[in-house]
């Protein structure tokens, strides 16, 4: 079958042929020598004794202060944080239940899960593996009823998603009688067939995107809630390249994304990955820091105190260290570079004098970076966040939702009146890490995520009461829950998950200049603002940020964002197939090595 003529004059399908019958046979001599990631103490270009400032004490700035420590043993870091406990949007809350003697249960609210994901989620654990501290984790498996069945609500009914475990012929049913699939067959089959993006294209958002390859209704149906879910972001205004990078790569080079992974499927590769991804999973693999046997079977994963027992675990591990200080309660006012090779930090505590830095590590979110005095940089201004409301519900009686499995998404399609309360999905929390691991009490545990985008532009918010009745509305109408929680917990997160939307690696590349000329290096930034908002991926940028300042003291931790990223082909035992860069602009990768 002749799928269409690229810009290359070979059809799709027979250029796909081609590369699959030659794939095995293919001599390497194309991929030059390459090297490992910078070792830190073979590439060091600081002194042992500088002194780092390291701007906010959430999940990025504490790993950020330990992974300097690592690199410098004998450096000085201080930690300024505004809040009077460090952790940010991590928070882990226990709660009594009423009427018993001991009984107690743990909510989340923020991050409710950690995911194992390659890399981000190989260095996490990593990390964990590296704290003194051992901590006691809880882990829902690959084949677990959370990790099998997740479902979507569409239009009034809860729909559940081809998973593991489920008969082909139950799943080719679904596909095709319920409603929250429609256009599902269509807009797959005629993808091939779909003209590529034009080359001047630098971004789009990501229904358009996924509009144009499939068809709106998977955008609208299925992916919106995907979103909802991880970015409680409008898929209309998030951005495509900085979210679906993969995706967003496999058109252009295949200029279809079905061509794309049918290649990879006849040829037995995992997804293509960016060569720096690469590089840090050979340096897991290499020095045993990643059990992949283990992993692998890893859905999702938390601690017997929740989430915040990571944060706790670093900042005592570096509470620890004597050359290392914590500054809580103190919020960073100014932020100006000397004349002699140092940035002064100025705070807002009247009788702590300005503090020189030889370097500053800003883990703020950008917004707030932007609001500081000495920072100029306004394209940092321009990346929003989303605000959501976390309602917590605890029921004595068990598995009380009727239904097992990770929670539902609620798409940007549903009807106003089947979600009025402006609800982004419902986590069946007590399902995923099983409450005798957690909690002293056995029960239903559910949380009920409100707001995001939907909230975007008001000028208030739902009272934490409001809230609570909120969600209770929603799991009446949604689950038919109608018997009153034992304890509900509400709390509102301004401004909590930043919204990657359309230029965003743009928006980037202008801040990193703009920081550039007025630091020269000395202020780098990192953090959830910048190339993902998950757990992982802010200590992911921790581990870049600090292997930056020791190995190129230039860096302002948004270097990538000048260029387009090299991508690899992969084989499954993490062997090199090919290279490709997304464009002529992007680099090479001719000092990589398999």
Not at 136 to 163: E, W
Not at 286 to 298: E, T
Request: aromatic share 8%; with cysteine.
């Amino acid at each position: 079958m002749i799928l269409r003529l690229r810009r290359h004059g070979r059809p799709a399908l027979l250029r796909l042929c081609s590369r699959t019958c030659s794939a095995s046979t293919r001599p390497y001599s194309h991929i030059a020598s390459w090297t490992q990631l910078p070792d830190p103490k073979q590439h060091k270009q600081l002194d042992d004794h500088t002194d780092i400032g390291v701007l906010g004490g959430g999940i990025t700035g504490l790993a950020t202060s330990w992974y300097i420590l690592r690199h410098l043993p004998n450096a000085k870091v201080t930690l300024y944080e505004a809040d009077a406990r460090p952790g940010g949007w991590i928070q882990s809350k226990r709660a009594d239940i009423p009427g018993s003697v001991d009984g107690s249960v743990v909510f989340e609210i923020g991050p409710h899960s950690l995911r194992p994901s390659i890399p981000n989620g190989m260095l996490l654990v990593d990390l964990m593996k590296k704290l003194p501290s051992q901590l006691n984790v809880l882990v829902a498996k690959q084949s677990s009823t959370a990790a099998r069945n997740r479902y979507i609500y569409y239009p009034d009914r809860i729909n559940r998603m081809p998973g593991p475990g489920q008969q082909a012929s139950d799943i080719l049913y679904s596909l095709w009688t319920s409603p929250v699939f429609e256009g599902l067959f269509a807009g797959v089959l005629g993808e091939p067939f779909r003209p590529a993006r034009q080359p001047e294209l630098d971004d789009e958002s990501v229904r358009s995107f996924i509009s144009r390859r499939f068809s709106p209704h998977i955008a609208d149906n299925i992916v919106s809630a995907l979103f909802h879910g991880i970015f409680a972001g409008d898929i209309d205004q998030l951005s495509v390249k900085s979210l679906l990078p993969s995706l967003w790569h496999t058109e252009h080079k295949y200029g279809s994304i079905a061509v794309g992974l049918l290649e990879r499927l006849l040829l037995k590769e995992r997804s293509p990955m960016k060569a720096e991804d690469l590089l840090l999973v050979q340096q897991l693999k290499k020095h045993g820091m990643w059990d992949s046997s283990v992993l692998a079977d890893w859905s999702v994963f938390s601690f017997s105190g929740g989430i915040e027992s990571l944060v706790a675990d670093l900042r005592s591990t570096i509470s620890a260290n004597p050359n290392c200080r914590i500054r809580l309660g103190t919020r960073v006012v100014g932020i100006k570079q000397t004349d002699t090779d140092s940035v002064t930090v100025t705070t807002n505590e009247p009788n702590l004098p300005p503090n020189n830095h030889d370097y500053v590590i800003s883990t703020l979110p950008a917004q707030a970076l932007a609001k500081i005095d000495g920072v100029n940089a306004p394209s940092l201004s321009d990346i929003p966040s989303a605000t959501v409301m976390v309602v917590n519900l605890y029921y004595e009686q068990p598995k009380v939702h009727g239904r097992e499995g990770f929670g539902y998404l609620i798409p940007r399609s549903v009807p106003f009146d089947q979600n009025p309360e402006c609800a982004l999905g419902v986590i069946f929390y007590s399902d995923i890490i099983k409450s005798e691991d957690m909690d002293r009490v056995h029960g239903t545990k559910l949380t009920v995520m409100l707001g995001g985008h939907w909230w975007d532009g008001r000028s208030g918010y739902p009272t934490e009461e409001e809230a609570k009745q909120m969600a209770k509305s929603v799991l009446s109408r949604h689950l038919g829950i109608t018997v009153e929680p034992t304890v509900t917990m509400a709390h509102l997160l301004r401004d909590c998950i930043p919204q990657f939307t359309v230029g965003h690696q743009r928006r980037l590349e202008v801040a990193s200049t703009d920081i550039y000329r007025d630091f020269k290096g000395r202020l780098k930034v990192a953090g959830a603002s910048y190339y993902g908002a998950g757990v992982a991926d802010c200590i992911r940028a921790a581990h870049d940020v600090s292997l930056k300042l020791v190995t190129d003291t230039a860096a302002t931790g948004l270097d990538e964002s000048g260029h387009e990223p090299t991508w690899v082909r992969v084989n499954q035992d993490w062997s090199v197939v090919d290279e490709s860069s997304s464009n002529s602009r992007g680099p090479s990768i001719s000092n990589i090595t398999p």
